[in-house]
Structure formats: structure tokens, C-alpha cells
């Protein structure tokens, strides 16, 4: 069975500051990992997704993520944050394989004040 | 755009009655999958079709069940509603093989 924490359920930053968004997760199996965005009334957007390879993985909007098998993580980061980075973010694991559904954890929802 | 789209995008039902929700996936995106996102969660895995055949359920009940169209199309049926089925529905559709899912806009059921 696969699992995702997310550490917080809402994260406030300034304009320009760092944004960092926890992800961890739990597989049996070695994991496929995914950020989502989601702004209000909206469906799910792709920002970046780990499968194999380097394990620092950019996405779209400056977004980049490392995953970090020894601590089973998969954190999300932005240097600089923008207004429009104000949504909910979801972190998602599946199994390696093209046919697996996506597990989620409960949201983050990223608050930027300016 | 994500080229799936959803219908309707609200929706308002009675407790006991029956829903039908419609996604129309991109051509070729012969995988498609249904989740349940309740207010202030994550999206919870329903089900998943695979060239017209379920090959995947979520933890829940039979009356949550689906159709899978030769076009692309799919539905989500769930009969004799519950409150607790208040949601947003989505659908996600992909190539065979590939790791991206790509999502509808959702259908916001709320049951009354």
C-alpha cells in the first residue's frame, strides 16, 4: 500500500520569499512522485513528476522538486515566490508503472501575502 | 487545457437519487481513472478503465460504477446518493503507459 504525508495544511510566505511545500511519502515498491496545483473551481495541473533518473526534477512556474529516497521525500520548492503561486498543492506517489493510479496526500495550500 | 472536459460542472441532487457524470478524454488517452476530492481532502481513487474494462477499484461501494465509451468518453454513475457524496468528481485521462494523468475541470455533485 502507497501513502503521502504532507506537513501542513496551509503555508503562509511573503512575496519573493522561499516557498518549501513537505512532502513524504510510503511505498513498497520504488515510487513514481508528483506535484500537483489546483486553484479554487479548477481541476488538477501537472507542475513536475519524478519517475527515474536525476533527482532533481523541474517543473513549470519555477517549481523543482529532489527525491530524496533515504528519508522517502520529495519536497517542493520555489526560490521566489509570486502572487499567483496561491493555490492548494498536492503531492502524489504511484506504483512504477503506466498503469498505477495516483495516491494523494491532503493538500497544502500556499498563501502569499504581498 | 488539458484537453478533458467534464459535464456538468454542478450539479445538485437528492439524497436517494441517481447521478450520471460524463468526462470526454483527448483521442488515443485509452486509460482513464474517476476521483473523489471532499471539501479540504485530497482526491481519493474510485475507479479506473482500461479499454472499456474496469482494472482498478478504490475502497468504494458498488453503487459508485462506471462506463468507458470506444470514442474516449467515459461515465460515472453512483446510485442511491448520500450526503457524504457531496464532492468534486474528477476525471484524468492518459496514453497507455504514460506516467502523466491529465485531469477535467471536475463536476461539483452536491447532494441535498
Known amino acids: 500500500a502507497q501513502s503521502v504525508t504532507q506537513l501542513g495544511s496551509h503555508v503562509s510566505v511573503s512575496e519573493g520569499a522561499l516557498v518549501l511545500l513537505r512532502c513524504n511519502y510510503s511505498s513498497s515498491v520504488p515510487p513514481y512522485l508528483f506535484w500537483y496545483v489546483q486553484y479554487p473551481n479548477q481541476g488538477l495541473q501537472l507542475l513536475l513528476k519524478?519517475?527515474?533518473?536525476?533527482?532533481l526534477v523541474k517543473g513549470i512556474n519555477g517549481f523543482e522538486a529532489e527525491f530524496k529516497k533515504s528519508e522517502t521525500s520529495f519536497h517542493l520548492t520555489k526560490p521566489s515566490a509570486h502572487m499567483s503561486d496561491a493555490a492548494e498543492y498536492f503531492c502524489a506517489v504511484s506504483e512504477n508503472s503506466g498503469y498505477s493510479t495516483l495516491t494523494f496526500g491532503k493538500g497544502t495550500m500556499l498563501l502569499v501575502s504581498p | 487545457e488539458t484537453g478533458v472536459t467534464q459535464s456538468p460542472t454542478h450539479l445538485i441532487k437528492t439524497r436517494g437519487q441517481q447521478v450520471t457524470l460524463r468526462c470526454s478524454s483527448q483521442s488515443g488517452h485509452n486509460t482513464v481513472s474517476w476521483y473523489q476530492q471532499a471539501l479540504g481532502q485530497g482526491p481519493q481513487f474510485i475507479f479506473q478503465?482500461?479499454?472499456?474494462?474496469?482494472?482498478g477499484r478504490g475502497n468504494f461501494p458498488p453503487r459508485f460504477s462506471g462506463l468507458q465509451f470506444p470514442n474516449y468518453s467515459s461515465e460515472l454513475n453512483v446510485n442511491a446518493l448520500e450526503l457524504d457524496d457531496s464532492a468534486l468528481y474528477l476525471c484524468?485521462?492518459?496514453?497507455?503507459?504514460?506516467?502523466?494523468?491529465?485531469f477535467g475541470q471536475g463536476t461539483r455533485l452536491t447532494v441535498v
Open positions: 484524468a485521462s492518459r496514453f497507455p503507459g504514460d506516467t502523466e494523468a491529465f
Open positions: 519524478y519517475t527515474t533518473g536525476a533527482t
Open positions: 478503465y482500461y479499454r472499456e474494462e474496469e482494472n
